[in-house]
């Protein structure tokens, strides 16, 4: 895949006029928004409208984590709107991953929609191994949590995981090929880490695997993003 259909670019700003004007400016170095809670609910599903209108394809990261009847209706209701990808927690279970994937089927076949990727998060980039067992009460650790969560949403038949470019690796190795490996908390040299705790560089994240890679600060708090992009870019294809 070449590099910009690899980039997803994550649209954390408060509003559709902000997130209109980063999509314009970008022009056509970036082809994959990731529109997240703050936009969605400052701005709703004609955001969503706006950004497909602008020829874009939208990766809608609510992470959807409730009971399988909730999450599989908000899932077909992701899926009208017609989004490239939208993902759900692993931790939601087996039950609710499968009756997702089997509402998000049903409704592609019966209204002739085009299957949005089903991604599920494993364990947060801001988790840290201390705070897996401190808040959540995981003892086994952070590489075997991730691990367990993506073979479980492997059986449950959906597309692939977000994960830390940490875990890719034992994720690919793990799932093997065709699995996608969505990766955020990606900082190249110039980033400091913010909030999260599990990062790599955009180089790093590609040759351990990942399909995807998500970036936000670094590229939208950067004094000329579309210089940002092009250095990412060199990097991705050194990779
Ligand atoms: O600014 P930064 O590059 O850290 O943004 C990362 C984006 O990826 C944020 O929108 C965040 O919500 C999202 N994300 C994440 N970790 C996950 C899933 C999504 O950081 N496991």
Redesign the pocket.
Known sequence: MPWKERLIV???VPDAAQAINVVERLGDDVKIY?V??ELFVSSGPALLQQIHDRGKSIFL?L?FHDIPNTVSKAAVAATRHGVFMF?LHASGGYEMMVRCRDSVEEVCAKENLQKPKIIA??????FSNESLKSDLCVQHGMKAHVRHLAALTKKAGLDGV???AQETAIIREHCGKGFLI?T????PSW?P????QR?ATPQQAIRDGADYI????????HEDPARAIEIISLEMLTA
Do not use: C, E, H, W
């Open positions: 994550a649209l954390d990731k997240g809670f990261d992470k993902n998060v494993t364990v947060l980039t801001s977000v994960a830390s969505v955020p908390g990606i900082r980033q880490p913010d909030d999260q990062t998500v970036m936000g600060r670094a590229i939208l708090k």
